[in-house]
């Protein structure tokens, strides 16, 4: 697959999402050495170069078409596109849901200030490092609409947002400003409430419910290599990240069990059934079954006299879409 450029996929270079990208790059055999921290890398086994970019500017690489591909969250990505007029909003192709990343943008107030739903912050003090997200949200439930197709000093087409709520922007732990007095509530990323609810706050508002997504620019003029080396990278990409939620279920049942054991374990397409020799009245199963259903579906083999049963970890895959 030759190609006189390579293809430029952005990664993030640090972060709650940098270890599981690069865990997931591993699973897909996208092999590549970073050398002393630096933002570049390039991919020993495919012509392609890794930019190690914050988590937050690589929608903006993706959407510019200065990258090919880019794994980012999907906050990322409507914090970026809330600026935008709404005819802008559709260059994004999101190719893939990585499943990992998971958290929530919520506003977030004390527990005992007296503020119970997001319209009680209407004209007050909101601190949060989401301001185009943040903006859009109090603009929606003020009932006013902004300004489109303002152009900015570099030519780009924008949004204006017009809201009596004072959205104030800060970099991080955004948790303490209402204890320090800087604000009446925030709107920023919870995982596990933890934080907040040590820092004294409690959700009123989920803004974005977000998890970690792979995209690319639809109208990037992709050369044949690049698009079928994009091609490549999202398949092995997809397979991981689907081998993650399936296991392998095998076992052996009754031949005159087999059709409610395939009811239970009915797999992709159909359970995969081999005859055991020495036991011609019975038959070995083989099904991919979701992970977070297998002890559910033990339970029911076992109390329907399904024997030896065993559960295995795919490590990687490649599947059709549901039959």
Known sequence: MESPERLLFAIPKKGRLNQATLDLLSGSDIKFHRHNRLDIALVQNFPIKLIFLPAADIPTFVYQGRVHLGITGWDQVQEHDAVLPKAARTKWEDVLDLEFGRCKLQVQ?????????????????????????????????????????????????????????????????????????????????????????????????????????????????FSPAHAELADLVTSRIEGVVNAKRFVLCQYNI??????????????????????????????????????????????????????????????NTRISKKI
């Open 109 to 221: 107030v004390p527990e005992d200030g007296g503020i119970h739903e997001p319209k009680d912050l209407i004209g007050k003090r909101v601190a949060t490092s989401f301001t185009n997200l943040a903006s859009a949200y109090f603009e929606e439930i003020e009932g006013r609409e902004g300004q489109e197709d303002l152009t900015n000093v570099h030519g780009t087409k924008q949004h204006e947002f017009r809201t009596s709520t004072e959205i104030i922007t800060i970099s991080g732990s955004v948790e303490t400003s209402c204890a320090l007095g800087l604000s009446e509530g925030i709107v920023d990323l919870v995982e596990s409430g933890e934080t907040m609810r040590a820092a004294g706050l409690k959700p009123i508002h989920t803004v974005v419910q977000s998890t970690a997504i792979l995209i690319r620019n639809k109208s990037k003029a």
């Open 254 to 315: 009754a031949r005159s069990l087999l059709q409610e054991a395939s009811e239970i374990t009915p797999g992709r397409r159909a359970p995969t059934i081999n005859a055991l020799e020495s036991a011609p009245d019975w038959v070995a199963v083989s099904s991919m079954v979701k992970k977070d259903e297998i002890a559910t579906k033990m339970d029911l083999l076992t109390k329907l006299g399904a024997q030896d049963i065993l559960v295995l970890n795919i490590v």
